[in-house]
């Protein structure tokens, strides 16, 4: 069937004055700098859609800043003869204003992360993004009615099932790496929260143990796609966490979120930016009274000063750090900080100490790191990681390769990106031994151990 002639769009790029080429060349740049690189229309995109073709999102959407830019006037999609292309590219880097636009947010990352939505999966880690959402969070008022006024009734039981699923797939993410089970983890979101938050009714009370839950869970699959190095997608969805741990009026929660975040600049290279979300989840740690989520808070502040080369801060954090442990009561903590133990503590330490090339530190405490609960199988595989940087710091070759052959044959196990990521930084750091038989046995077994 003969298309009909886009007139509405042929008619803007007149009135603004745009070559063919030089408004593709725009639109590549624009997508590049809101997250979405790659893009590579040309002057015959374009003339294509003037022909009546409609281009794939994100493109309606970034056309409309383009044209809104040039000619000082808001530009809608409709305006550009492309109707209903209503999903922003910014979908869930925002922590928004009210309670019902939070969950309007939320439950569209959900059902557009379920539709695998390009934009998103080719999303980019954003500082200003986590920046802001830290602000609010720090800065927002208590939730004054996080209520739903919808038909179906929300109980205390529909709260228990997104906990027990939460459990659940917690214990499989860490057994078998986020690969295994995050599409399951995004489809109950989308399924079964969505309906509870959007068309539920409960009042004040059971909104705010609805908005916890569902930001625990929405927190793991943040986490799975962060293991996965999904990395723009995973900051969308920590950043919609916080923003119902806040409906939840939940500051553990919030800390804990933060502190996640903080995780995972520092994995991103970002040691300064993770610096400050550390200090936000301290400010929250305090306010819910729980010294061991303030530990965490305190190393994970110690590994960024160590990202930073700050021997010294890293020193004092970490002195923080083991004081808030000592003052711990187990027992009274919630679930969700149950993985961190000594052992867990014993790893951030050495990975402070590997990063300031304090070999024998690193082994000290990656060796306590490992008397570790064995249901953390991608923990262990971190936490072998470290122990082989440390020791072949400490010029310990042989058992560096040992260490590391433990360390591949887990990595090998799980659908985890980042455990991927371990392992190549150890045979990197054993680049410079390549020609050793211990090293040159190990690359060999790593090709049996970690197939492409």
């Given at each position: 069937?003969?298309?009909?002639?886009?007139?509405?769009?042929?008619?803007?790029?007149?009135?603004?004055?745009?070559?063919?080429?030089?408004?593709?060349?725009?639109?590549?740049?624009?997508?590049?700098?809101?997250?979405?690189?790659?893009?590579?229309?040309?002057?015959?995109?374009?003339?294509?859609?003037?022909?009546?073709?409609?281009?794939?999102?994100?493109?309606?959407?970034?056309?409309?800043?383009?044209?809104?830019?040039?000619?000082?006037?808001?530009?809608?999609?409709?305006?550009?003869?492309?109707?209903?292309?209503?999903?922003p590219?910014?979908?869930?880097?925002?922590?928004?204003?009210?309670?019902?636009?939070?969950?309007?947010?939320?439950?569209?990352?959900?059902?557009?992360?379920?539709?695998?939505?390009?934009?998103?999966?080719?999303?980019?880690?954003?500082?200003?993004a986590?920046?802001v959402?830290?602000?609010?969070?720090?800065?927002?008022?208590?939730?004054?009615?996080?209520?739903?006024?919808?038909?179906?009734?929300?109980?205390?039981?529909?709260?228990?099932?997104?906990?027990?699923?939460?459990?659940?797939?917690?214990?499989?993410?860490?057994?078998?790496?986020?690969?295994?089970?995050?599409s399951?983890?995004?489809?109950?979101l989308?399924?079964?929260?969505?309906?509870?938050?959007?068309?539920?009714?409960?009042?004040?009370?059971?909104?705010?143990?609805?908005a916890?839950?569902?930001?625990?869970?929405?927190?793991?699959a943040?986490?799975?796609?962060?293991?996965?190095?999904?990395?723009?997608?995973?900051?969308?969805?920590?950043?919609?966490?916080?923003?119902?741990?806040?409906?939840?009026?939940?500051?553990?929660?919030?800390?804990?979120?933060?502190?996640?975040?903080?995780?995972?600049?520092?994995?991103?290279?970002?040691?300064?930016?993770?610096?400050?979300?550390?200090?936000?989840?301290?400010?929250?740690?305090?306010?819910?009274?729980?010294?061991?989520?303030?530990?965490s808070?305190?190393?994970?502040?110690?590994?960024?000063?160590?990202?930073?080369?700050?021997?010294?801060?890293?020193?004092?954090?970490?002195?923080?750090?083991?004081?808030?442990?000592?003052?711990?009561?187990?027992?009274?903590?919630?679930?969700?900080?149950?993985?961190?133990?000594?052992?867990?503590?014993?790893?951030?330490?050495?990975?402070?100490?590997?990063?300031?090339?304090?070999?024998?530190?690193?082994?000290?405490q990656?060796r306590?790191?490992?008397?570790?609960?064995?249901r953390?199988?991608?923990?262990?595989?971190f936490?072998?990681?470290?122990?082989?940087?440390?020791?072949?710091?400490?010029?310990?070759?042989?058992?560096?390769?040992?260490?590391?052959?433990?360390?591949?044959?887990?990595?090998?196990?799980?659908?985890?990106?980042?455990?991927?990521?371990?392992?190549?930084?150890?045979?990197?750091?054993?680049?410079?031994?390549r020609?050793?038989?211990?090293?040159?046995?190990l690359?060999?077994?790593?090709?049996?151990?970690?197939?492409?």
């Amino acid at each position: 069937m003969e298309r009909e002639v886009n007139r509405p769009l042929q008619a803007l790029i007149a009135e603004a004055g745009f070559s063919h080429k030089g408004l593709a060349r725009r639109l590549n740049d624009l997508g590049a700098a809101r997250g979405t690189p790659g893009l590579k229309y040309d002057h015959s995109s374009v003339l294509r859609w003037i022909g009546g073709q409609r281009p794939r999102d994100p493109v309606p959407c970034l056309l409309t800043e383009i044209f809104a830019l040039r000619l000082g006037r808001r530009v809608s999609p409709e305006d550009l003869g492309m109707p209903a292309i209503t999903t922003p590219l910014h979908l869930g880097q925002e922590f928004t204003h009210t309670w019902r636009e939070g969950v309007a947010t939320v439950t569209a990352l959900w059902r557009a992360d379920v539709e695998r939505r390009r934009f998103l999966l080719d999303s980019t880690f954003a500082i200003g993004a986590g920046s802001v959402g830290a602000i609010r969070w720090l800065t927002f008022p208590e939730e004054s009615e996080p209520t739903g006024k919808g038909g179906r009734r929300v109980g205390l039981a529909d709260i228990a099932a997104i906990h027990e699923v939460t459990r659940s797939f917690g214990e499989l993410d860490n057994r078998f790496g986020g690969g295994r089970v995050r599409s399951a983890v995004v489809k109950y979101l989308d399924t079964a929260v969505t309906p509870l938050l959007r068309d539920g009714s409960y009042g004040d009370a059971t909104g705010r143990r609805l908005a916890s839950a569902a930001a625990e869970l929405t927190r793991l699959a943040g986490w799975m796609a962060y293991d996965l190095e999904q990395h723009g997608l995973a900051q969308r969805y920590l950043i919609q966490a916080l923003r119902l741990a806040r409906g939840g009026g939940d500051d553990g929660l919030g800390g804990e979120i933060l502190a996640g975040m903080s995780h995972q600049a520092l994995y991103m290279g970002q040691p300064a930016h993770a610096l400050d979300l550390a200090r936000a989840a301290q400010q929250s740690a305090r306010r819910s009274g729980i010294d061991t989520l303030m530990a965490s808070c305190h190393v994970l502040e110690a590994h960024a000063h160590a990202g930073l080369g700050d021997t010294t801060s890293c020193a004092s954090s970490l002195n923080a750090a083991e004081r808030a442990f000592e003052r711990r009561s187990e027992g009274n903590e919630p679930s969700w900080l149950s993985y961190f133990d000594e052992a867990y503590l014993s790893a951030k330490f050495a990975h402070c100490f590997r990063d300031l090339g304090e070999g024998e530190r690193t082994v000290r405490q990656a060796r306590r790191s490992l008397e570790m609960d064995g249901r953390y199988v991608r923990g262990r595989m971190f936490n072998l990681s470290l122990l082989a940087a440390g020791l072949l710091q400490c010029g310990e070759l042989e058992e560096a390769c040992s260490t590391a052959t433990e360390a591949l044959a887990l990595a090998g196990e799980l659908q985890s990106v980042r455990t991927r990521s371990y392992a190549s930084d150890l045979r990197r750091r054993l680049e410079p031994y390549r020609s050793e038989p211990s090293v040159m046995e190990l690359n060999e077994r790593a090709k049996d151990l970690l197939p492409v």
